[in-house]
């Protein structure tokens, strides 16, 4: 069965610092799909990026990048030079193409509070 | 472009009630998935919904139903309601199957007394 571990609970850094997020998954599949979701206080979670399983090339947006790595089934998420305003919690997902939940079905992790202190 | 919507915004029912959340996805968007997320946990799947036909279910009892309406909006059922199913009920749309990105509503806050 797919799963999805975030095991930093809470982060706590001072702006301007950067600051890593890790995701570790487990599926079976070979053809799954990779997410990152962030929640503010006001509750909606916010889409902001999506992975195929075979694309490993490392992507950057801005403050923001991502390092997948299949030898280590890691799907890790760098904010540089963070801000207050990234506070949030932040939830890695996984979808996979032929899972017994159906094509969509996300698994999501417990996912990791970033708090940024001014 | 009008994003995902929900509705209402809260709600309390008591145990042993029915209740229903309504959804409209975002323009373009065929697929409908709801998700539970409990206080201080991830979102779990429920099930989702793709021109109008059940296409994927979760770890849910049959208690939790839903419809999906040919303009693509949907509507979550619960039956017989108990105390563990207060939570946050989100709703997501995507354009359509196989790994897209989906969007997330503002969900529905369901407490159960």
């Known amino acids: 069965a797919q799963k999805v571990t975030q095991a930093q609970t809470e982060i706590s850094v001072v702006e301007k610092e950067d600051v890593t997020l890790d995701c570790v998954y487990e599926?079976?599949?070979?053809?799954?799909?990779l997410f990152w979701y962030k929640q503010p206080p006001s509750g909606e979670l916010v889409f902001l990026i999506r992975?195929?399983?075979?694309?490993?090339q490392n992507e950057i947006s801005g403050r923001y990048s991502w390092n997948f790595q299949k030898s280590t089934s890691s799907f890790n998420f760098t904010i540089t030079a963070s801000q207050v305003v990234d506070s949030a919690v932040y939830f890695c997902?996984?979808?996979?193409?032929?899972?017994?939940?159906?094509?969509?079905?996300?698994?999501f992790g417990k996912g990791t509070h970033l708090i940024i202190q001014p | 472009e009008t994003g995902v919507t929900q509705s209402p915004t809260h709600l309390i029912k008591t145990r042993g009630q029915q209740v229903t959340l309504r959804c409209s996805s975002q323009s373009g968007h065929n697929t409908v998935s709801w998700y539970q997320q409990a206080l201080g946990q991830g979102p779990q799947f429920i099930f989702q919904y793709y021109r109008e036909e059940e296409n994927g279910r979760g770890n849910f009892p049959p208690r939790f139903s839903g419809l999906q309406f040919p303009n693509y909006s949907s509507e979550l059922n619960v039956n017989a309601l108990e105390l563990d199913d207060s939570a946050l009920y989100l709703c997501a749309s995507s354009p359509g199957q196989g790994g897209y990105e989906q969007y997330f509503g503002p969900g529905t806050r369901l407490t159960v007394t």
């Open positions: 599926t079976r599949d070979t053809t799954y799909y």
């Open positions: 997902a996984l979808s996979e193409l032929w899972g017994y939940q159906g094509a969509d079905g996300l698994t």
């Open positions: 992975r195929n399983s075979f694309d490993e």
